[in-house]
C-alpha cells in the first residue's frame, strides 16, 4: 500500500476511518484528523485521495447525508432532528446538501422509500484489502435500486470468473463488439449493460449467460441476433471498479468475504450486473465500470 511500511500506514489511515464513522455528527475538521493519523494535512489529503478516490470532505459530506437518508427511511423522526443529528447546523444547509446529492429533497425521498445513492463506509480493519492493481484501491460500496427493465442485446453462455476453465476473457468483448457493431448509441437509453444471469446457472454459478445489452428506445427493428431481455426490480451493492479485468475475480472475492459480512446485507442468487458509464471503458484490459451484486437487508442483523 505504501511500501515497507505499508502495514503501519495502512493502520493509521484506518484509524482515520474508524474515527469519522464514530463522529460523523460532530465537528471534523481536517487538521485534526490529520493529527489523529501522525501526518501533515497536506501528506494526510494526499494519502486519503490516493486509497478513496475522494478528497475528506467529500466522504464525511456523503457519509452523513448517505446515514440521514437511511434515518428518512427506517425512522419517523423530524427532518431538523435527522438534519442535526447527522452533522448539519440548519434544515436548509440540510435540504440543500441533500438535494445536491441525492436529487431530490429528503421529503421526496421519504415519500419514495427506496434506497438509492447510499455511501458506506470504507472499512480496513485486519481484513485483506482488495487488489493492489486498483484505482483507488480502497473501495467503498454503493447501495442503489433499479427497476425494472427492459433491456436488448446479444447473449452467450460463459465460464465465469469463479470456473475452472473460465473463458469470458475472449466472450465477453466479442459479445460487446457485436452489440456496438449492430446497435447505434442514440438509440440506447442509461449506460450499456453486462448482464450476467447467474441464477439460470445449472452448475452453482460456474457458467451462466451473458448479455451485452442496455435499454432500448428507438422504434426500428431490432438488429439480427439481438434478443429482448426483462430484469425484474432488484437493490444492489453497487461495487467501483477501476484496473485490469485480471483483477475483478480478487475484487468480487474480497466483497463476498470481507464486505458483505457485518454489512447488515446478504446477497441474492440472481442477475448481476456490469455498468459501463462510457463506451471507451470497455476497451483494452483497464476497465472502468461498477459491479452490481444483488442484496437485500439480512434479518440477522438486527
Same mark, same amino acid.
Given at each position: =500500500?505504501?511500501g515497507?511500511?505499508a502495514?503501519a500506514?495502512?493502520?493509521?489511515?484506518?484509524?482515520?476511518?474508524? +474515527?469519522?464513522?464514530?463522529h460523523?455528527?460532530g465537528? @471534523?475538521?481536517v487538521?485534526f484528523?490529520? $493529527?489523529?493519523?501522525?501526518?501533515?494535512r497536506w501528506?494526510?489529503?494526499?494519502?486519503?485521495?490516493?486509497q478513496?478516490?475522494?478528497?475528506?470532505?467529500? +466522504?464525511?459530506r456523503?457519509l452523513?447525508l448517505?446515514?440521514a437518508?437511511?434515518a428518512?427511511l427506517s425512522?419517523?423522526a423530524?427532518?431538523?432532528?435527522?438534519?442535526?443529528?447527522?452533522g448539519?447546523?440548519s434544515e436548509?444547509?440540510?435540504?440543500?446538501?441533500f438535494?445536491?446529492?441525492?436529487?431530490?429533497?429528503?421529503?421526496?425521498?421519504?415519500?419514495?422509500g427506496?434506497r438509492s445513492? @447510499?455511501?458506506?463506509p470504507?472499512r480496513?480493519?485486519?481484513?485483506? @484489502?482488495?487488489p493492489?492493481?486498483l484505482?483507488?484501491?480502497?473501495?467503498?460500496?454503493?447501495?442503489?435500486s433499479r427497476?425494472?427493465m427492459?433491456l436488448v442485446?446479444? $447473449?452467450k453462455?460463459?465460464?465465469?470468473l469463479?470456473?475452472?476453465?473460465?473463458n469470458?476473457? $475472449?466472450?465477453?468483448?466479442?459479445?460487446w463488439?457485436e452489440f456496438?457493431?449492430? =446497435?447505434p448509441?442514440?438509440e440506447?437509453a442509461?449506460p450499456l449493460l453486462?448482464?450476467?444471469?447467474?441464477?439460470r446457472?445449472?452448475?452453482?454459478?460456474?457458467?451462466?449467460?451473458y448479455?451485452?445489452a442496455?435499454? +432500448?428506445?428507438?422504434? $426500428?427493428?431490432l438488429?439480427?441476433?439481438?434478443e429482448k431481455?426483462?430484469?425484474?426490480a432488484q437493490? +444492489?451493492?453497487a461495487?467501483?471498479?477501476?484496473?485490469p479485468?485480471?483483477?475483478?475475480?480478487?475484487?468480487?472475492?474480497?466483497?463476498?468475504?470481507?464486505?458483505?459480512p457485518?454489512?447488515?446485507?446478504?446477497?441474492l442468487?440472481g442477475?448481476?450486473?456490469?455498468?459501463?458509464?462510457?463506451?471507451n471503458?470497455?476497451s483494452g484490459?483497464?476497465?472502468? =465500470?461498477?459491479?452490481?451484486v444483488?442484496i437485500?437487508?439480512?434479518?440477522?442483523?438486527?
Open positions: =500500500m505504501f515497507a511500511n502495514r500506514a495502512q493502520n493509521r489511515l484506518d484509524a482515520v476511518l474508524t +474515527y469519522i464513522h464514530q460523523l455528527g465537528p @471534523l475538521k487538521d484528523l490529520a $493529527s489523529q493519523a501522525g501526518w501533515s501528506q494526510f489529503q494526499r494519502v486519503f485521495g490516493a478513496t478516490g475522494l478528497s475528506v470532505a467529500q +466522504y464525511v456523503e452523513r448517505s446515514r437518508a437511511e428518512l425512522t419517523k423530524r427532518q431538523l432532528d435527522i438534519a442535526l443529528d447527522c448539519f447546523d436548509i444547509s440540510f435540504n440543500r446538501a438535494k445536491q446529492v441525492f436529487g431530490c429533497t429528503p421529503g421526496d425521498y421519504r415519500r419514495k427506496v445513492g @447510499l455511501k458506506t470504507i480496513i480493519g485486519n481484513t485483506p @484489502l482488495p493492489a492493481e484505482t483507488p484501491r480502497l473501495l467503498q460500496v454503493r447501495v442503489e427497476p425494472a427492459e442485446g446479444v $447473449s453462455i460463459i465460464q465465469g469463479f470456473s475452472s476453465q473460465p469470458f476473457s $475472449s466472450i465477453v468483448p466479442a459479445l463488439r456496438l457493431a449492430a =446497435m448509441l442514440n440506447c442509461g453486462g448482464v450476467l444471469e447467474v441464477s446457472s445449472e452448475d452453482q454459478g460456474k457458467s451462466f449467460p448479455w451485452a442496455a435499454e +432500448y428506445r428507438g422504434h $426500428s427493428e438488429p439480427s441476433g439481438f431481455l426483462s430484469v425484474p437493490q +444492489y451493492a461495487i467501483p471498479f477501476q484496473g479485468i485480471h483483477a475483478l475475480d480478487k475484487t468480487l472475492e474480497w466483497f463476498l468475504r470481507h464486505w458483505l457485518g454489512s447488515g446485507y446478504r446477497a442468487y442477475v448481476d450486473l456490469e455498468v459501463y458509464p462510457q463506451v471503458t470497455l484490459d483497464h476497465t472502468a =465500470m461498477e459491479y452490481w444483488p437485500e437487508p439480512d434479518p440477522t442483523n438486527v
